[in-house]
């Protein structure tokens, strides 16, 4: 098995963060240009929330959501690689944690149907409890 193969599902998290990041503002600043207010009133993320419409602040939280469990995927992608432990069952818990994860950001920018999100999120986590999980035994049977 080729190692490297676990760097492409890496890669398109770090891909996704970026179109999100990008939409973010392409969303925001055409708020707060509609908005009139001064720029230097949006000095914090509460004041953004607070002037700009809930719609316009998901790809923001979205953004947020990005850093908190692909950063467990990323370290975790990076181990399977040092340790030279990629295989087939990694490699398709990793495309699917990036599927679902896209589909996750599409909803939560987008319609923000928390039911769906929630639904994408958790099967998005439990790819990744799986490569975590395997990991772990993997380690401790050596």
Known sequence: MNKELIMLPMLGMLVLTAVVWFYMYARRIPAM??????????????????????????????????????????????????????????????????AFRVLHSIVHCTSNIVMLRFYLYAAAALALW?????????????
């Open 33 to 98: 240009k509609k908005a009139r207010a001064p720029v230097q009133t949006y000095t914090v993320p509460e004041k953004t929330i607070e002037l700009l419409p809930e719609s316009i602040n998901y790809p923001a939280y979205n953004l947020k959501n990005l850093f908190e469990l692909p950063v467990v995927f990323y370290a975790l992608c990076l181990f399977l690689y040092v340790t030279d432990t990629v295989d087939t069952a990694y490699l398709v818990a990793a495309w699917l944690f990036l």
């Open 130 to 142: 799986f490569m975590l999980g395997r990991a772990v035994l993997g380690l401790l049977a050596t």
